[in-house]
């Protein structure tokens, strides 16, 4: 069973930046994908980015140019730097990784962007 511990949510004002960690029990090069979802209240969840196989990234029009989706072999870490925050970005955000075609997910960690 992986095991995914999420962090760096919070409260920032618009413009603002936060990073987001996801830390997994495995090796994050292990995974034929890792990404970071949100949810905002009475909407579904949506992709934010995601890096697949051979290291393609994929972003959500809404969040290209603004986020930027990295990952670290040293400390098994997938990250998410957010720049630029608007209000509509507020949701709770879940990290998501993929081996032998399941999907495990973070408990998600909550993000609020005040204007």
């Known amino acids: 069973q992986v095991q995914l511990v999420e962090s760096g949510g919070g409260l920032v004002q618009s413009g603002g930046s936060l990073r987001l960690s996801c830390t997994t029990s495995e090796a994050i090069f292990g995974f034929s994908s890792v990404g970071w979802y949100r949810q905002a209240p009475g909407k579904q969840r949506e992709l934010v980015a995601e890096?697949?196989?051979?290291?393609?990234?994929n972003y959500a029009d809404a969040v290209q140019g603004r986020f930027t989706i990295s990952r670290s072999a040293t400390k098994n870490t997938l990250y998410l730097q957010m720049n630029s925050l608007k209000p509509e970005d507020t949701a709770v955000y879940f990290c998501k990784v993929t081996k032998r075609a399941i999907d495990y997910w973070g408990q998600g960690t909550q993000v609020t962007v005040s204007s």
């Open positions: 890096i697949i196989t051979f290291g393609d990234t």
